[in-house]
């Protein structure tokens, strides 16, 4: 099984509340571990990944924040959220960890909205 | 920064037709893959073609790859109304290893039934 499980799978918050959105995995240990936005009608802008446990590559400067305090879980933080953060949050896994990417299985994702 | 650029942006047409997209990029890579991703959604892998591959078929999926032009194109042969979709081509980067896939912006299909 390859099943990825996202929570909570829509949420509104005020702009300036924290955030975290949680991503659990199954299946082969060591995934390489992505977390991607998409904001309405564009394409995945790749946020962070996650080649083991404790490691974070962050892949653009901004409000958001990822932890790996497991094998098979991959936190996505905020402290203070702004307007910009609303969007459509996707987590990824690989089949398996390593250098090789493969395919991709994704989660249903999780939607933000900041008011 | 988007490392794939999807074209047309939007594409309608007729049940049964065939519906092609094309997909360029930028930097030299291993591999190039397609996803589908309906309304709301998570993507789900299609196909994947390898740097030193041409052409690769899956059941009503055509993908071809052109290394020299740094561009790849997704034919859906007879289409269906359960086609409709965004579809997404996604490449690794070689310059920086295999770790992560970058996305392009998509083309959204729709079948008229």
């Known amino acids: 099984s390859q099943t990825i499980h996202q929570w909570p799978a829509t949420l509104v918050q005020p702009v300036g509340s924290p955030l975290s959105l949680e991503c659990t995995v199954e299946?082969?240990?060591?995934?390489?571990l992505y977390w991607y936005r998409q904001a309405a009608g564009r394409g995945l802008q790749l946020l962070f990944y996650?080649?083991?446990?404790?490691?974070i590559s962050s892949e653009v400067p901004q409000n958001l924040s990822a932890s790996r305090p497991q094998d098979r879980q991959f936190i996505l933080s905020s402290k203070k959220l702004l307007l910009s953060d609303s969007g459509f949050y996707l987590c990824?896994?690989?089949?398996?960890?390593?250098?090789?990417?493969?395919?991709?299985?994704f989660g249903e994702g999780s939607r933000l909205t900041v008011l | 920064s988007q490392q794939g650029e999807e074209d047309p942006q939007a594409l309608s047409i007729q049940e049964g037709e065939n519906a092609t997209m094309n997909c360029s990029y930028k930097?030299?890579?291993?591999?190039l893959q397609w996803y589908r991703q309906n309304s709301g959604r998570g993507l789900v892998h299609l196909i994947l073609?390898?740097?030193?591959?041409r052409e690769k078929h899956s059941g009503r999926l055509r993908v071809t790859l052109d290394t020299s032009k740094k561009s790849s194109s997704l034919l859906i042969t007879a289409s269906r109304a359960a086609d409709t979709a965004s579809y997404f081509c996604?490449?690794?980067?070689?310059?920086?290893?295999?770790?992560?896939?970058?996305f392009g912006t998509g083309t959204r299909l729709t079948i008229i039934p």
């Open positions: 990824a896994r690989t089949r398996t960890g390593g250098t090789s990417t493969g395919e991709l299985f």
């Open positions: 299946g082969t240990s060591n995934p390489n």
């Open positions: 996650s080649v083991g446990i404790g490691q």
């Open positions: 930097t030299s890579i291993n591999n």
């Open positions: 073609i390898r740097s030193n591959e």
């Open positions: 996604a490449t690794d980067g070689l310059i920086f290893g295999n770790e992560k896939l970058t």
